[in-house]
């Protein structure tokens, strides 16, 4: 599966979140990360080679940072710009028919205050509407989006947590289960690099990580082979 | 499950020693999956014993 990330953002070297999202990218998988504001510093975009980067992906993700409910003028002018009629949506326009389409948003004030009675008053499912509309009207599948809040809040656990997080959304199938997740950080525990860790002993501990993780694996789909045992009667 | 101590202790040492951030985050979340794992089994055991101790299958 191949990932377009088309990041905006005014003054991205300058984003604490945004650098941060970028180093956490995977080094080895089909990923394309595309900085709007750098490849276009005059603002000029490329249709035709825009709409070649969508047509050669299967999960197109906008990355940017939620400004006034929306995002950087630049990634609007791209949707107006590229999103055109036949290609997008209308007769034949069917090009981005069943690709995957997510939100990654980076949010400067608390998660609990995007609720009614907070001090925002709406979800972030109601304020993203428009995307949602437009993955809709093109045909995509949207995604439940990844929201970061207060990243320059977080602590380092949490910031660790999001690398992580970040890099499955990019790269796993949708949905993600507690079983893909695991699967997906097997495959991840055999390619780490064994030099940057310490011990000598670390490929025995990773091998018994595996196990322990299998074996737990086993243990669930048997609990759940026996509910769904009961669940039959 | 429990007796996975000896693993989590070991894959926290790893963590704290390790040099590379990207390998740092990916043992903590290792640890938080066994740990995430651990909580599920507890839940299913608890539905596996609600369901055996609910009278609707008391009959067969």
């Known amino acids: 599966m191949k990932t377009l990330i088309i990041v905006s953002h005014p003054s991205v070297l300058e984003s604490g979140s945004q ?21 276009y510093p005059n603002g000029d975009i490329d249709i035709k080679k825009e709409q070649k980067l969508l047509v050669n992906h299967d999960r197109i993700l906008f990355q940017f940072p939620f400004y006034w409910y929306s995002s950087p003028p630049l990634l609007k002018k791209w949707q107006d710009e590229v999103l055109t009629e036949h290609f997008a949506f209308g007769y034949r326009g069917n090009k981005l028919k069943d690709k995957e389409f997510g939100l990654i948003l980076a949010i400067g004030l608390p998660e609990k205050e995007y609720k009614t009675g907070g001090r925002e ?4 499912s ?90 737990n694996r086993i243990e669930l789909d048997e609990l759940k082979l026996h509910l769904d045992n009961y669940d039959d009667k | 499950m429990e007796e996975n101590q000896w693993v989590k202790n070991q894959l926290r040492q ?37 369901t055996l101790w609910s009278p609707g299958n008391w009959s067969s």
């Open chain 1, 19 to 39: 650098q941060f999202l970028i180093q956490s990218l995977p080094d080895d998988e089909e990923i394309t990360l595309h900085i709007l504001e750098e490849t």
């Open chain 1, 121 to 124: 008053g709406f979800s972030i």
């Open chain 1, 126 to 215: 109601e304020l993203t509407k428009p995307f949602q509309a437009m993955a809709k009207k093109t045909g995509m599948i949207y995604l439940k989006p990844l929201t970061i809040f207060q990243f320059s809040y977080m602590s380092e656990k949490q910031k660790k947590a999001l690398l992580i997080e970040y890099q499955q959304y990019i790269s796993l199938e949708q949905p993600i289960t507690l079983k893909s997740r695991e699967e997906w950080l097997l495959k991840e525990l055999e390619k780490t690099p064994q030099e940057t860790l310490a011990t000598e002993d670390a490929l025995f501990i990773l091998e018994e990580v595996r196990e322990v993780i299998e074996d």
């Open chain 2, 14 to 50: 790893l963590e704290k020693e390790s040099q590379d951030y990207k390998q740092k985050a990916l043992l903590q979340e290792t640890l938080a999956l066994l740990l995430e794992q651990e909580k599920r089994e507890e839940q299913l055991k608890g539905e596996l014993d609600g």
